[in-house]
């Protein structure tokens, strides 16, 4: 059986790949993200791996905009972006394949700790 290697990340913004902030200070169009170390060069390692990039995130559908230009700003690219998503936790639920691999697992990090030392 052909083995899968492509992933899909699920990555959170705020506190993830970015220093968490306020939101009544993220909102406002002219802010500017606050990178986490590393988190750029890891994007772009996962990338070549041809891994799926979809970030999420709690902020409000009505800053789209405002988030789309402060990531590309950042530098910070990806495949999709969900906005809006809860603050409580967030919990996958997906089918174990026919030959017992599990296709769902999770990493939890330290709050602005950064992605620089998560390897999937």
């Not at 891994?51 to 988030?67: A, C, D, F, H, P």
């Not at 789309?68 to 809006?84: C, R, S, V």
């Amino acid at each position: 059986m052909e083995e899968i290697t492509t992933k899909t990340l699920f990555l959170d913004i705020d506190g993830t790949l970015v220093h968490h902030e306020n939101p009544s200070v993220t909102s406002k169009p002219d802010h500017e993200m606050l990178v986490l170390e590393g988190t750029v060069d890891k994007i772009l390692q996962w990338n070549k791996k041809g891994y799926t990039i979809i970030l999420t995130t709690g902020r409000k559908e009505s800053n789209r905009e405002t988030t789309i230009k402060q990531l590309q700003k950042a530098g910070i690219f990806y495949d999709q972006l969900i906005m809006g998503v809860g603050r409580g936790p967030r919990v996958v639920i997906n089918d174990i394949k026919p030959d017992g691999m599990l296709t769902a697992y999770s990493v939890n990090i330290r709050r602005n700790e950064g992605v620089k030392n998560i390897d999937v």
